[in-house]
């Protein structure tokens, strides 16, 4: 009951206790108010100094903008520094497709003074005084109309930056690609070029050295010789060698396995092969080894085969014959056999010139027939790389009107004209010569000794031949000399007589080859050399004599 009655009690002690507590709330309520308030107003008082200070320091820009307190900072502000930044992004972006442009040397000046005003326009925009002093170097809030007009000339001259550099761009894309293209071919030209090079030297190497079959046959038909000499004694001149009823051939060369295909190739497409004699000239070293082997394979049919040396023919020498005397000279000497490897390769026409087989005179006893056989009246000249596919007899009864030389021309268009193997920078040259005149081939030739002996056509070609002696009417090979020995004594022969580039020409028509009478392996990919071309290749070899032991015993791999 005292409790009770102690604190909810209706006496004036319990009113006086109830209005004492009532009271002591109420100040401890205002007290924490005023705390409160003091703390605030304190910081506020403290904090806003700094904030003037810091405001005060803030960096001027180069255009005289002045950053701003964030608490400060104007809606239409931020709008202007996104503005100017749009601006100097594509004054930058100008300006380096500007200076890409010149860089390149670009034929595009007019394109070039385009960016250049329109990097000026840019800038001469935010330096106009309206919008300088309205925007730039203003304290005060930013005039909206005027932010709107220089919003919308920035807008404008963005658009026709873009369009410029859209255009731009797609111009030095193709520019850039046209000049790496450029860069590729010239480099695949330097490639081409050096690889052209090292294969003509290639090609000139395998095409003079004497492959290792070819000199293993003749070494072993000289040493037959050596074993049994009393086999091969010489039986002297017989009359048919020089019998002019009969068909006589001149064959020069050093190569017994070329020479036996060339007779095998006329025998076996001749009605008549009785009726033949082969003139065989060949150098000293090789003289034995085609003896033995004629001796050992005789021609077919009863044909008639006379070998013989240069050095047999007494009137061959240097005071008769100019290319002998040319060849005691020092400098030609050291211009065909002189060791000039660390030159070869710099110009691809002079590895051609300097072939020393165009002043062997096996080459250039051509211009001697008349003398070297006085009783014929006609002769057949073929040179060693060809192959017979027809009887050839018709040739001695084409009348050649009192010509020399008949012969297949070879010129077509432009092509194989005399201004392509004459020098007609020489007065001489250009008197003498006509340089559209068509040229004819060597190779397959039916000479007329008659008329040669009385238009003195060996005279004329030594008289050309010493005028040569330093190069300058002519560089290469026997074509040349021919040319201008026989100008106006050479008839025409039809192109089926004689087709030529089987040793170089890989494109040839087959149908021209068949029908042709005589085709012929000229270039240096000569049909026993491995570098020949294999789809003509086996017109040559079916005339091989693969019966001759020696063949398969120096492993020609024909």
């Avoid at 206790?17 to 007290?31: K, N, T």
């Avoid at 326009?121 to 919008?131: G, V």
């Avoid at 193709?174 to 050096?194: R, S």
């Avoid at 070329?258 to 033949?276: G, I, M, Q, T, Y």
Wanted: charged residues 20%.
């Amino acid at each position: 009951m005292a409790v009770r009655g102690s604190r909810g009690g209706g006496g004036p002690g319990g009113m006086n206790s109830g209005f004492r507590s009532f009271f002591s709330y109420r100040i401890f309520v205002s007290a924490m108010f005023s705390l409160l308030f003091i703390a605030t107003l304190s910081v506020v008082l403290t904090t806003q100094p700094s904030t003037q200070n810091d405001d005060s320091q803030l960096p001027v820009t180069s255009n005289g903008y002045v950053g701003r307190n964030l608490l400060k900072s104007d809606p239409l502000k931020t709008r202007l520094d996104l503005v100017h930044k749009q601006v100097n992004d594509h004054m930058t972006l100008v300006n380096a497709y500007g200076s890409y442009s010149r860089k390149l040397k670009l034929d595009i000046s007019r394109q070039m003074k385009m960016f250049d005003d329109l990097t000026t326009n840019f800038s001469d925009l935010a330096m106009k005084p309206n919008y300088r002093l309205a925007l730039f170097e203003s304290d005060g809030p930013v005039d909206e109309d005027v932010l709107r007009q220089f919003e919308k000339e920035v807008k404008d001259k963005v658009k026709i930056a873009r369009t410029m550099i859209a255009e731009a761009k797609e111009n030095y894309d193709n520019q850039m690609k046209i000049q790496k293209l450029k860069d590729t071919i010239f480099a695949v030209n330097e490639l081409l070029a050096k690889a052209k090079k090292n294969g003509v030297l290639a090609s000139s190497i395998a095409a003079k050295s004497i492959p290792k079959s070819l000199h293993c046959l003749s070494m072993r038909l000289v040493g037959e010789m050596i074993l049994a000499p009393e086999n091969y004694t010489d039986e002297g001149p017989q009359p048919e060698f020089e019998d002019p009823s009969f068909y006589h051939y001149a064959i020069f060369s050093d190569n017994v396995l070329a020479v036996s295909v060339v007779v095998n190739s006329v025998l076996n497409n001749s009605d008549e092969p009785w009726k033949h004699v082969f003139h065989v000239v060949t150098d000293r070293m090789n003289a034995n080894a085609m003896k033995v082997w004629f001796k050992k394979r005789p021609a077919e049919g009863g044909a008639f085969v006379e070998i013989k040396a240069m050095e047999d023919f007494a009137f061959l020498n240097s005071e008769y014959v100019p290319v002998l005397k040319q060849l005691e000279s020092g400098h030609i000497q050291n211009f065909y056999f002189a060791n000039k490897a660390q030159n070869s390769t710099k110009d691809v026409s002079n590895i051609e010139f300097r072939n020393p087989k165009y002043i062997s005179m096996l080459n250039h006893l051509r211009f001697y027939l008349p003398e070297m056989y006085p009783k014929l009246h006609k002769i057949l000249f073929l040179d060693d790389d060809v192959v017979v596919q027809k009887d050839l007899t018709q040739l001695w009864n084409i009348n050649l009107d009192g010509k020399v030389n008949g012969a297949v021309e070879t010129c077509f268009g432009s092509f194989h004209r005399y201004g392509q193997y004459l020098n007609f920078s020489h007065p001489l040259i250009r008197e003498k010569f006509n340089s559209k005149a068509c040229a004819w081939a060597f190779g397959m030739n039916i000479f007329d000794l008659d008329p040669w002996r009385r238009e003195k056509s060996t005279e004329q070609y030594h008289y050309w031949q010493n005028l040569n002696a330093d190069q300058t009417l002519w560089k290469l090979g026997t074509l040349p000399a021919g040319l201008m020995t026989f100008y106006s004594t050479t008839k025409s022969l039809d192109k089926s007589w004689h087709v030529l580039g089987l040793g170089y020409n890989p494109s040839k028509s087959m149908d021209e080859i068949n029908k042709a009478a005589v085709i012929h392996y000229n270039g240096n990919m000569k049909p026993w050399l491995d570098i020949a071309i294999n789809q003509y290749k086996e017109l040559w070899t079916k005339y091989v004599d693969h019966g001759m032991e020696f063949v398969g015993a120096c492993n020609f791999g024909l």
